[in-house]
């Protein structure tokens, strides 16, 4: 590997060299950061590529979520059902509302489990009360779309608001067998339910350091999403120039900091005086709000995912490709991959699983998925997205604060312990994924 070029899995891998040149330019540009033209073009691009009536952006996919949960016909302490092995940014809106999240375990596809779901929504109406379950928040993980119609299906039995969480799979699609389409027509992840959320994070489909997008076609959810918007501010400019630094340091910085092996604390000392911005802030993991949620999409961070939204189907035909290269080269390996056949998914990640104990060659043993983690970081390749340890992620949330209860979503907290999750960016090319498989290969047998 080369030590100056190094695989990151999470470290703004999208980033192009226009997206610095832009990002530079706009960052000496102070009159475009916060209004500007790019918030209008950006959700028009997003309806027409979705086919939806309405689209309205924010300054994160939580704040999206949030804008969602405050449009909804919900009282405090009803109930909000999503699957474990998510993010605290989707567990945090449901909090920051006053609701109560309910966790389902996930399927073999690494999303909500519809059996699971009908389980837990029976037992909510089994006591002769009222159900206190008014929505369902369903996330296509890493870009393969969950069994979308079987959980819709369930959702209009129960009358539930269906939210799909978008985050990781912007251009994912699924084949629809019924709602009118044709036979064998696909529809895309997002245009489901009642309404869709989609994050521009610095390690989704598509980044602008942080932002988000909701899309729905009822008008009269549209309306109150639109007054809610009216009445949030735009981040601050001091807010503002940390994202559009975010992309310029690590183009610059992240083959520095991976070569010399100080890159963990040049990173820390950044954030910590504000240079920087950590993707999730330290009070989201014990359920607090920070100021910067909710607000408006500034207009900066509109031109920077504009940019690359120019690039999601060359983003999205690149992962499809790195995927088939894994594909092949580990059907003969002891991994598990996650699969739906009813599914286009886009790669978000490539998740594998690994068993806890493995043989090294000449090296003794080798333990579980963050042994190999270590390993890969070794080679130069930084695999530690985060996506591991706990069924809410990242690995120090508190899980008590996300009403978390250990022991309900059991499936969820033995992938977390497993899986090891391998990048598919237009950064990486054929010939590193398939070092990457070399590498894995000395190990997992």
């Known amino acids: 590997m080369n030590p100056f070029r190094p695989i990151s899995i999470s470290f703004s891998p999208n980033t192009e060299p226009d997206d610095i040149k832009l990002a530079w330019r706009i960052l000496f540009q102070p009159w475009r950061w916060q209004k500007g033209g790019e918030i209008q073009k950006l959700e028009e691009k997003f309806k027409e590529y979705l086919q939806v009536k309405y689209a309205f952006s924010f300054n994160s996919g939580r704040s999206s979520l949030l804008a969602i949960l405050k449009s909804l016909d919900i009282s405090k302490q009803e109930e909000v059902l999503l699957q474990a092995?998510?993010?605290?940014?989707?567990?945090?809106?449901?909090l920051w509302q006053k609701l109560n999240p309910v966790f389902v375990d996930i399927d073999e596809s690494l999303?909500?489990?519809?059996k699971d779901l009908e389980r837990k929504i029976a037992h909510s109406t089994s006591s002769g009360q009222a159900s206190k379950i008014?929505?369902?928040?369903?996330?296509h993980t890493f870009g393969y779309p969950a069994k979308i119609e079987e959980i819709k299906n369930i959702c209009q039995k129960y009358n539930l608001?269906?939210?799909?969480d978008c985050a990781h799979s912007l251009g994912a699609e699924y084949k629809s067998k019924k709602g009118g389409l044709p036979a064998e027509a696909s529809a895309k992840a997002g245009t489901f339910g009642d309404a869709a959320f989609f994050s521009f994070g610095r390690d989704k489909i598509i980044s602008s350091v942080f932002g988000g997008m909701v899309v729905t076609n009822n008008d009269k959810l549209a309306q109150k999403i639109k007054e809610f918007?009216?009445?949030?501010?735009?981040p601050s400019n001091s807010w503002i120039f940390q994202q559009l630094l975010h992309p310029i340091s690590f183009a610059w910085c992240l083959p520095i900091y991976s070569c010399l092996n100080i890159g963990k604390g040049i990173l820390y000392l950044k954030q910590k005086f504000k240079i920087l911005s950590p993707s999730v802030y330290q009070e989201e993991k014990e359920g607090k709000k920070p100021f910067y949620f909710p607000q408006k999409m500034p207009n900066a961070l509109a031109a920077l995912a504009l940019n690359q939204f120019k690039k999601l189907e060359r983003f999205n035909r690149h992962r499809k490709e790195i995927a088939k290269i894994y594909n092949r080269e580990f059907s003969w390996m002891k991994v598990r991959i996650c699969a739906n056949k009813d599914t286009e998914p886009i790669y978000m990640r490539y998740p594998i699983f690994v068993k806890n104990v493995y043989p090294v060659r000449n090296q003794g043993f080798l333990n579980g998925a963050k042994e190999i983690r270590q390993k890969l970081k070794k080679e130069n390749i930084f695999v530690d997205d985060g996506w591991h340890t706990l069924p809410v992620v990242p690995p120090d949330t508190d899980l008590q604060k996300m009403n978390y209860i250990r022991g309900k979503c059991p499936r969820a907290e033995g992938v977390a312990q497993t899986i090891l999750n391998l990048p598919t960016n237009i950064n990486i090319s054929k010939n590193d994924a398939q070092k990457i498989i070399n590498i894995l290969s000395r190990f997992i047998r």
């Open 161 to 164: 608001f269906l939210i799909e």
């Open 85 to 94: 092995f998510t993010c605290n940014a989707a567990v945090n809106p449901i």
């Open 111 to 114: 999303n909500l489990d519809p």
């Open 229 to 234: 918007r009216k009445k949030i501010d735009y």
């Open 134 to 139: 008014k929505a369902v928040i369903i996330q």
